[in-house]
């Protein structure tokens, strides 16, 4: 199997300021990302895998740099997909296309991994390559178990006062249709999908379920600082999360950089 995996991050940042690069207990969060993809591939040797950064983040792109790995190829991003409206696809399809060319080679699925999303493990790239080479869906993505559900408890404001979003006269949650949130940690796409430039929701998708308080969306600096805690706790307690913590903590010793600000 030919496995692109698609790292993309843009510069700067509107809520956390440049979050692509920010410190995680005091580590680079990129190295998280990069280090969940370096033991997937240890434990699956037999997989032809590429590594694409594509950013322009001058930061970003120094991050990778230092770890001068053969595998990671940095692509600066193109000025018309860099404005905050460029659909994150049009990203992945430029990496898709400049790595076929440059590796001579045509892939059979596209990871894309969020730099934001430091608390994933080995397993969950399995579950989600399983999925897609299973299903052969256009798409498979991660989500998490919803903690409201639009047809039991959740409500909007009507005409008259509030209401259930979806109207429905069930008396539990466990009579309601399961729902999921989508955590945007976690995306395997066909490169002929990625060619036709539609939405994740476009086409046939699947899922698989990650740890339920594995992803926060990092908007502030107060969630950032509240996963901090979640991750403490995660990377002292579940292995499968600490083998990705201490990987990183090599990666950086390894390289000699110094510790960042968190």
């Known amino acids: 199997m030919k496995i692109l995996f698609t790292i993309c991050g843009r510069a700067g940042s ?3 300021k440049n979050k692509n690069i920010s410190g995680f ?56 997909i860099s404005t905050d409206s460029a659909p994150k696809i049009a990203v992945i399809l ?9 590796r001579k080679k045509q892939y059979d699925v596209v990871i894309d991994l969020d730099l934001t999303s430091p608390l994933r493990t080995v397993r969950d790239i399995e579950h989600l390559v399983q999925k897609q080479s299973e299903t052969q869906c256009d798409v498979a993505f991660s989500v998490t178990a919803a903690r409201r559900n639009p047809w039991f408890n959740m409500v909007k404001k009507g005409d008259k006062g509030y209401g259930r979003v979806i109207s429905s006269h069930f008396n539990a949650r466990q009579e309601a249709p399961e729902v999921f949130d989508m955590n945007a940690s976690l995306y395997a796409y066909k490169p002929e999908y990625l060619r036709l430039q539609k939405g ?18 990092l908007d502030h600096a107060e969630d950032l600082e509240l996963m901090e805690v979640i991750a403490e706790h995660l990377y002292k307690t579940k292995p499968e999360f600490g083998a990705i913590r201490k990987y990183a903590e090599a990666v950086v010793k390894g390289i000699g950089l110094p510790e960042v600000d968190t």
Request: proline share 2%; charged share 35%.
């Open 25 to 80: 207990l005091g580590i680079p969060l990129p190295y998280y990302t990069y280090g969940a993809i370096e033991l997937f591939l240890d434990k699956h040797r037999d997989i032809d895998a590429d590594i694409a950064v594509n950013t322009d983040s001058r930061g970003l792109l120094k991050l990778f740099d230092e770890l001068k790995n053969k595998k990671i190829c940095l692509l600066e991003r193109r000025k018309e």
């Open 200 to 217: 994740v929701l476009d086409g046939y998708s699947e899922v698989i379920t990650m740890y339920d308080t594995g992803i926060l969306d």
């Open 14 to 16: 509107k809520g956390i």
């Open 94 to 102: 430029d990496c898709v296309e400049r790595m076929e060319v440059m």
